[in-house]
């Protein structure tokens, strides 16, 4: 059987090899347009296969040859691969749905020939994120995809734009400062950022130089997910962007976030010192993002605050530091980027149709149109939590495992969880009742929705339903994702098999010419 | 084993260009708060210098001995680091060039969103104006109030069979 570590690379190299191909080919959108399509197909089928091979042991790949803590790895286990196979397909629909929109609004809207480039970089930059073993290459990926969202976010330079955009690109510059002055702090005092290594030589660290790091890391990694207080910057900067734009911004970048806190957590600081105060800001970034996104009266912003709100859910899961919550937080990770990035895209197609998003102004959309309602009502009940979608399975699973912890703290959080569930379901049903069942109080412009568009999110909101319908298999997969993140040695073991190296050429085996 | 007694001008400078850039990033106008990214990134590099050690001879086998080699490995993530702000660089300048053209002045704007929440939140008005509480009509709070009871009687029945309030 030849070996199929020569996977693990091509998530990043397919889009960035497609995203220069793009660049060169600037003047011709149709050769654009199918480079894109093909590459990020690609990287789906090729997450999906690493999705079936990592399950079996994690896949590592030490690029160049050369070995592991010097030379940096790049790491398929199964966290990985499911969190790359959802982000692919997510990036694919959102790709084939911003299509069917510049076909439909004519290229000369929007500057085409940046958008292509653009979005394969951020796509690369994601996959870098998710896959790197390595602290400073997960750096860099972070760099790659903010690099690209500030483009997307500023794309066109409108004056609202812009606004929205120098409150983003401020906040993510300090958070990547933060981040950078962590992983120096992390080379002093350990001598590696090999993620591997680092969790053998951690623990020989002095407690309190280990408890700074942990802090620095989360602080950086919590600005990137959207924690509260750390927050404040994603509500008003993510409604301004293009429809797609915004929703894969929603989907995925808070989640590479996420992303980092498990694999930190789990991996680097496996005695969860800091989970009391990871579960009072699980609790208040639940709670304020719910309580903001009442007030709002737009779906978009009302959207972004609901966004916040269950950033939430995922980080009390990983603060409950058991096998339990973290099957049901990778879980909830799926299931929210799926549906969040279904919701901003149907909050896309309602301003297509209508003209606006603003609550005031739209009504009667259920009988106007009733595809768009299908569409909107289905990921709305399934975030909000209702049985039998995805969420509910979610938040039970999260939940079911509060109480089996059982602290005070942790069974606060199943009530603050129940309750954000409640409100979310009354800020969608109000929008709900705004947007759908309200007598219009003007003449809505009814814009014809090309079925391009409509295509993806569709598919996306049946993909949302299929995590409900394979919840059993997917359930068990997080199951043994978690597991594996608990033991830890599959990961060491895997990227440092004699438990100093990696495979490929190392210093010590190479010749010294004198 | 290296020497890992940080060089106290370097501490002492580091510091200094993190005070002045978190000052700096503080500030509302954009070119500020880029000189103040400038000067963070900056500080980041130099804390990398410290994370390698003391410093020795080019670390190239052959050249020295392996003992008094300096530390490749952050000079090499300070060399990615550097590239990156610069980029970051580009990019905030530009930005803060498109404000200015677009504005007069490339200051960090407030959210209109969020003003008009405060102000909604000021003057104790509802975020969301609903038919039942715009018309002097009876409100559904009143409505639900009023009786209703069928088994009375005394509640008149309208032509089409509904309840007369």
């Known amino acids: 059987m030849s070996d199929p570590v020569w996977l693990v690379p091509l998530p990043v190299v397919v889009p960035l090899l497609a995203s220069g191909l793009t660049l060169a080919l600037y003047r011709r959108p149709q050769a654009q347009r199918a480079i894109s399509v093909v590459a990020l197909s690609i990287v789906l089928a090729v997450s999906a296969t690493l999705l079936v091979l990592a399950d079996a042991g994690p896949l590592v790949i030490d690029i160049g040859g050369w070995a592991a803590p010097v030379g940096i790895d790049l790491v398929a286990d199964r966290l990985s691969a499911l969190m790359l196979t959802v982000s692919s397909a997510v990036t694919l629909c959102v790709l084939l749905y911003s299509l069917a929109q510049g076909e439909a609004d004519g290229d000369e809207v929007a500057p085409v020939s940046i958008y292509h480039p653009t979005y394969l970089v951020l796509v690369a930059g994601v996959a870098n994120a998710f896959l790197s073993g390595d602290l400073f290459n997960l750096y860099v990926g972070f760099e790659i995809l903010l690099a690209a969202s500030y483009v997307l976010l500023t794309l066109g330079g409108t004056g609202e734009r812009i606004r929205a955009g120098s409150i983003y690109v401020v906040v993510a510059l300090l958070s990547s400062v933060l981040f950078l002055v962590a992983i120096a702090l992390v080379y002093a005092s350990t001598g590696t950022v090999n993620l591997a290594q680092l969790a053998v030589r951690l623990p020989q660290v002095d407690p309190d130089v280990r408890l700074l790091l942990q802090v620095m890391l989360l602080l950086a990694f919590g600005i990137k997910a959207a924690i509260f207080p750390l927050s404040a910057w994603l509500p008003d900067s993510y409604p301004t962007a293009p429809a797609p734009v915004t929703a894969v911004f929603a989907g995925l970048l808070t989640k590479v976030g996420v992303y980092a806190i498990i694999r930190t957590q789990t991996l680097l600081f496996p005695d969860g010192r800091l989970d009391d105060v990871l579960m009072w800001a699980a609790l208040a970034t639940m709670v304020v993002g719910i309580l903001g996104a009442v007030a709002q009266d737009d779906i978009k912003r009302l959207l972004s605050f609901t966004l916040v709100s269950h950033i939430g859910f995922m980080i009390f899961g990983i603060a409950l530091s058991s096998h339990l919550g973290w099957t049901a937080a990778i879980y909830y990770v799926v299931h929210h980027i799926t549906v969040q990035t279904a919701l901003f895209l149907v909050a896309g197609l309602i301003e297509r149709w209508g003209g606006t998003t603003s609550l005031d102004r739209l009504g009667g959309l259920a009988k106007l149109a009733p595809v768009l309602a299908i569409l909107f009502f289905v990921p709305a009940m399934n975030l909000a939590g209702v049985p039998p979608l995805s969420g509910f399975l979610g938040k039970v699973g999260l939940l079911q495992a509060g109480v089996a912890v059982g602290t005070p703290l942790a069974l606060v959080l199943v009530v603050g969880s129940a309750l954000t569930s409640l409100l979310t379901l009354y800020a969608l049903i109000k929008a709900w009742n705004k947007a759908f069942w309200q007598t219009p109080p003007a003449e809505l412009p009814a814009t014809h929705i090309p079925l391009g568009m409509v295509g993806p999110t569709a598919a996306l909101v049946a993909f949302g339903l299929a995590l409900t319908v394979f919840a059993g298999p997917l359930y068990a997969y997080t199951g043994r994702a978690a597991t594996a993140l608990q033991e830890r040695t599959p990961y060491i073991d895997a990227v440092l098999p004699d438990g100093l190296r990696g495979e490929g050429v190392s210093a010590d085996l190479a010749e010294v010419t004198p | ?165």
């Open chain 2, 1 to 165: 084993m290296i020497d890992m007694s940080p060089n106290l001008v370097l501490v002492v400078v580091i510091a200094a260009l993190f005070t002045v850039g978190v000052y700096l990033l503080l500030e509302r106008s954009l070119s500020r708060v880029l000189v103040g990214v400038i000067l963070l990134g900056n500080g980041a590099n130099l804390l990398f210098l410290v994370a390698g050690g003391a410093a020795g001879r080019p670390p190239i086998l052959g050249q020295a001995p392996v003992a008094e080699m300096s530390d490749p490995l952050p000079q090499a993530m300070v060399l990615t680091a550097i590239v990156i702000t610069l980029g970051m660089t580009a990019f905030l300048l530009a930005m803060a060039y498109r404000s200015w053209q677009l504005h007069g002045h490339d200051e960090v704007q407030d959210d209109v969103e969020d003003r008009r929440i405060a102000r909604l939140a000021a003057r104790d008005e509802r975020a969301f104006l609903d038919t039942d509480t715009e018309e002097s009509m009876a409100s559904l709070d009143e409505e639900a109030a009023e009786s209703r009871d069928e088994t009375s009687g005394v509640v008149p029945v309208a032509p089409d069979g509904g309840t007369v309030p």
